[in-house]
């Protein structure tokens, strides 16, 4: 009997449901049943709201049942400061809705998790946060008269990694929330991506609980209403992709490149004209779309045996390639110290506004670095 290839073992990793969903979606061609999913963009802020509700629609998608909130923002690479004020009040809006959905009331207390290394910028979002939220907790249990309204208690802690502290993380949070008594716990952390444009640009906010480490393949104890006892909302954000996704994207790139050229020889277009939609590359104005990319005997005369291979079928080819040779490294983008430090600000000023009733995006910047 013939010995089967597993081939899920070189899937591509991404760690957010909208990615997860898109996967699922394109290998079925068809909605998939106990998944709800909507999406808005305004301003240059693309804003995703799916609800898997039941155990079976998680297993297709490879998620924990629960919300997930996603916003996409390719604009925040130019580092445009309006732009980030506009997407830290919206995130303080979606972000404060969530919490009612969920059932959180204004006066739950809360603790804000930072996780990951601070000493690994790609993995110092959470640190990041922690420095700039607003603690409170410590003037609710030591001065709670001269507390004014419209605060609510968050205490924040950034516990580090297993490497750091010997510690599991879940260990030690368990142990902060058992004599804190917190009414909701909101983790933050880096994550990994399966698509180059969604790095550092993507926030996500979920209520299925986060797994430390588990984006680079280093799988801890979760962070969960169950393993802990009382609601835990995850907000991630991607910082780095493996190397199979980059060499996947520019085999991508490469094909909608020259398919565009085959078709354009065919049917030549006004110098100048823009097509709208599909990839963007940062500084240019040049984009691909679905239209540009060849059909499959093109891509079958181009590629040879690689043309005819499902996109799926590519990334596990690449990965099984790159994996034993011991390069499918995990890259982040030269910028990341600043991107990872504009980002953590904006989740920062976003929950403090969201967390606080008395601070709004007119007034956050006094609570923030």
């Keep these: 009997m013939d010995k089967q290839l597993d081939l899920s073992v070189?899937?591509?990793?991404?760690?957010?449901?909208?990615?997860?969903r898109e996967m699922a979606s394109r290998e079925r061609s068809?909605?998939?049943?106990?998944?709800?999913?909507?999406?808005?963009?305004?301003?240059?802020i693309t804003v995703s709201k799916m609800v898997i509700e039941t155990m079976e629609g998680g297993e297709r998608i490879g998620k924990m049942?629960?919300?997930y909130v996603t916003l996409e923002v390719p604009g925040l690479r130019n580092q445009d400061s309006e732009l980030q004020d506009r997407v830290a009040t919206r995130f303080a809006r979606e972000?404060?809705?969530?919490?009612?959905?969920?059932?959180?009331?204004?006066?739950?207390?809360?603790?804000?998790?930072?996780?990951?290394?601070w000493n690994v910028t790609p993995d110092a979002v959470g640190p990041m946060v922690v420095e700039n939220v607003l603690v409170t907790r410590h003037l609710f249990e030591l001065m709670p008269e001269q507390v004014e309204e419209g605060y609510r208690s968050v205490s924040a802690v950034s516990p580090g990694v297993l490497g750091i502290t010997g510690i599991e993380t879940s260990e030690i949070v368990y142990g902060i929330i058992e004599k804190t008594r917190p009414d909701f716990v909101i983790a933050i952390d880096a994550l990994a991506s399966r698509a180059l444009e969604r790095v550092n640009t993507t926030v996500q906010i979920s209520d299925a609980g986060i797994s430390p480490g588990s984006g680079v393949g280093n799988k801890r104890k979760p962070l969960t209403k169950e393993t802990l006892g009382i609601p835990v909302i995850a907000v991630g954000v991607p910082t780095v992709v493996d190397a199979a996704?980059?060499?996947?994207?520019?085999i991508t790139y490469i094909l909608a490149h020259l398919g565009r050229q085959v078709k354009e020889a065919k049917n030549p277009k006004p110098a100048g004209r823009l097509v709208p939609g599909g990839f963007t590359f940062?500084?240019?104005?040049?984009?691909?779309t679905e239209e540009d990319m060849p059909n499959e005997a093109e891509q079958k005369a181009i590629l040879g045996m690689i043309g005819e291979l499902a996109e799926e079928e590519k990334r596990q080819l690449i990965h099984e390639v790159l994996a034993p040779l011991g390069h499918n490294l995990i890259v982040t983008p030269k910028e990341v110290d600043?991107?990872?430090?504009?980002?953590?600000?904006?989740?920062?000023?976003?929950l403090n506004a969201a967390l606080h009733g008395a601070i709004d995006m007119e007034n956050v910047s006094a609570y923030t670095h």
């Design 10 to 20: 070189y899937a591509v990793r991404t760690d957010l449901a909208l990615e997860a």
């Design 30 to 44: 068809e909605e998939i049943p106990g998944v709800r999913f909507h999406s808005e963009e305004e301003n240059g």
């Design 65 to 67: 049942p629960g919300r």
């Design 95 to 117: 972000f404060h809705a969530f919490l009612k959905d969920i059932g959180i009331q204004e006066g739950d207390s809360a603790l804000i998790v930072g996780l990951g290394n």
């Design 245 to 250: 996704t980059i060499v996947h994207d520019a």
């Design 282 to 288: 940062p500084g240019k104005v040049e984009r691909y």
């Design 338 to 350: 600043d991107y990872v430090e504009d980002i953590a600000n904006i989740i920062a000023s976003g």
